[in-house]
């Protein structure tokens, strides 16, 4: 395709690109965001670092609610409070191996070796449990019956974490060294090296299992046609159990990361960051992983930005208006996946 092509097929981007670069630069002063990054350049590297190592954990949560929405077209909105309970799993590891801030750095990775697992497993355990009570018998039942019994469920979860930890935040010690591993061309610690070292092959692993084992084909099938998915030999039931069990071992990672790397676990978790992560999994493309992925990372770094140059009180504000303006000229997201016709 040649220039004058391109140009007469991207006319309207390119005009709306001209208006935008011709408004900054007349009233680029008076924009807080564009002055912002005009006069500390220096640290818009750092500022977009801190939210790609944010997104990563809104990324594992909406991996979550792509992964059940893509097979059943159903919200899991439980699943924002069982990633909050994963926090609550890291708190009780702590306490229970005893770990305080002057605990050797071995001792930590030895401990969380066996906390993140575990807590994994029993998140894990814990969606897929939902799924078989709250979800299953009302599979053919309307929409509305199974997303009311979603909320619920979600209702249920909040109130055991309160029961749990209590109405307000409870702070872990501090596990992660604060020191910096590189400081050039942007700053990285080692919480930043924690987050990716567990975040990235998560994420990975759940592409790469979706996408070449044989199970991951049953879950890629049963997401086309349930009825002949399970004319085909394939175990619907047990598939749809699978895929929940997923969604929730990665739910509990994060929830592990996060009580980590904020050094808190609270009961309102799972509706901040279930939020966040439901908006990254519609914005990047809801049922599709590398755009649940991807807008996880996104929204991290608009979130990081906002919160610096602007106001962190104008988050929602900010994460919103972006995701409507995505919506009204995208409405399938990003990375649309194709949905088949279902009677």
Not at 174 to 182: K, R
């Amino acid at each position: 395709m040649n220039i004058a092509a391109w140009f007469a097929k991207n006319t309207r981007a390119v005009i709306a690109l001209v208006v935008v670069v011709a408004v900054l630069a007349v009233f680029g002063k008076s924009i807080p965001i564009w002055s912002g990054c005009t006069a500390a350049l220096d640290r818009c590297a750092d500022i977009v670092a801190i939210g790609v190592f944010q997104g990563m954990i809104v990324a594992l949560v909406a991996l979550g609610y792509t992964l059940v929405y893509g097979i059943l077209q159903l919200i899991n909105f439980a699943n924002g409070s069982v990633f909050m309970l994963g926090s609550v799993g890291a708190l009780f590891g702590v306490e229970i191996f005893g770990l305080t801030k002057d605990t050797p750095a071995t001792t930590v990775i030895l401990a969380f070796a066996v906390i993140l697992p575990v807590t994994m497993l029993l998140t894990a355990g814990l969606n897929a449990g939902i799924e078989r009570v709250a979800y299953r018998p009302l599979r053919r039942a309307p929409t509305l019956a199974t997303l009311i019994s979603a909320i619920g469920m979600d209702f249920i979860l909040q109130n055991v974490g309160q029961v749990l930890i209590g109405p307000s935040p409870v702070s872990l010690p501090s596990l992660l060294p604060t020191t910096n591993i590189i400081t050039e061309p942007f700053v990285i610690k080692v919480s930043h090296v924690f987050v990716t070292a567990i975040t990235v092959p998560l994420l990975i692993g759940l592409m790469w299992f979706v996408q070449a084992t044989r199970q991951g084909k049953a879950m890629r099938a049963t997401a086309q046609d349930r009825e002949a998915a399970g004319l085909m030999g394939i175990d619907v039931n047990r598939t749809i159990s699978l895929t929940f069990l997923l969604a929730g071992a990665l739910a509990g990672g994060a929830g592990v990361i996060v009580a980590l790397y904020n050094g808190s676990a609270w009961w309102q978790y799972g509706f901040s960051y279930g939020l966040l992560a439901f908006t990254a999994a519609v914005f990047g493309g809801i049922g599709n992983l590398l755009g649940a992925a991807v807008g996880g990372i996104f929204l991290g770094v608009l979130i990081s930005l906002n919160a610096f140059y602007v106001d962190p009180r104008w988050q929602d504000v900010v994460v919103f208006g972006i995701l409507v303006v995505v919506l009204v000229f995208r409405p399938t997201g990003l990375f649309a996946a194709k949905q088949s016709e279902r009677a």
